[in-house]
C-alpha cells in the first residue's frame, strides 16, 4: 500500500516518485500465512513496478518446517507468477556454475531436481565429505566433477544462492530494471548461516544465547 500511495502521488502531480521504490524483506515462513499474500494481485494489477519483495527460503519457521516444505522456492514462484508478479530467483551460488560447465550431459541438473528440500538443506549444513559421499556419490560421474575438489571447498563454494554477493547483486540490478510489474527476488539461504555446527541450519538459530568455542571460531 505504500507502492500504491507513491503511485497515486505520482499520477495526480502532487509529487515525483519515479526514483523511489519500496522493498519488502520477508522470509519463506512469512509467506505462508494470509496476510502476506492476500494483496499481490491487487500489486500487479495496479502496475506497481516499483514495489520489490526480497524473501529469503531457508526453510524453516519458529515453529517447523515451512510448508509446504518440498520445494518452497518453486512454490513460491508459482503463487506469485500467478498473481501478475516478475520473479527472480536465487537459487545456488557461483561455486556451482563451473561445474554446471563441466557436465556436458546435463547429469548435474538431473540429480538436483531429484532432491526434496529437506534433502537439500541435508548437504549444506553437513561437511564436504557427506556432500561428496551422499549427493557426489549418486554416480561416477558426478564424482568425477568434483574430483580436483577437497571436501573443504566443497563445503565453502557449494552453497546456496542467497549468500553469494555477485548472484545477489545481479538479482537486484535487475529487480530495478523499467517494467510495469512487481517484482520478487526468491533467494535460497540456510537459517543461521555463519553461526557454525551449534545453530546453522537448525530451528534453535532463532532464539541461540551461548556457542561453543568451535562455533564461535567458525563464526
Excluded at 530494471?177 to 538459530?205: H, M, S
Amino acid at each position: 500500500y505504500q507502492a500504491h500511495f507513491l503511485q497515486y502521488m505520482q499520477n495526480r502531480g502532487l509529487a515525483d516518485t519515479t526514483k523511489q521504490r519500496v522493498w519488502t524483506f520477508l522470509g519463506d515462513g512469512e509467506m505462508g500465512e494470509p496476510e502476506s499474500v492476500g494483496a499481490l494481485a491487487f500489486a500487479a494489477r495496479e502496475k506497481l513496478s516499483h514495489l520489490i519483495c526480497v524473501v529469503s527460503c531457508n526453510l524453516l519457521r519458529l515453529d517447523g518446517p515451512v510448508m509446504p516444505n518440498h520445494r518452497v522456492v518453486q512454490n513460491l514462484e508459482g503463487v506469485f507468477k500467478g498473481a501478475g508478479w516478475r520473479v527472480i530467483k536465487v537459487v545456488l551460488n557461483s561455486g556451482w556454475d563451473r561445474l554446471f560447465a563441466k557436465d556436458t550431459s546435463g547429469l548435474l541438473v538431473r540429480r538436483l531436481s531429484e532432491l526434496n528440500d529437506g534433502q537439500e538443506q541435508n548437504f549444506y549444513v553437513h561437511d564436504g565429505a557427506y556432500m561428496r559421499e551422499h549427493f557426489f556419490g549418486a554416480s561416477p560421474e558426478l564424482l568425477a566433477l568434483v574430483a580436483d575438489m577437497s571436501d573443504d571447498e566443497l563445503k565453502e563454494q557449494l552453497l546456496p544462492g542467497g549468500h553469494d554477493p555477485r548472484k545477489l547483486f545481479s538479482a537486484y540490478k535487475k529487480a530495478v530494471e523499467p517494467g510495469d510489474q512487481p517484482v520478487v527476488i526468491l533467494a535460497r539461504t540456510i537459517k543461521g548461516f555463519g553461526l557454525g555446527g551449534d545453530a546453522e541450519g537448525q530451528y534453535i538459530a532463532h532464539n541461540k544465547k551461548k556457542m561453543s568455542e568451535e562455533s564461535l571460531l567458525a563464526f
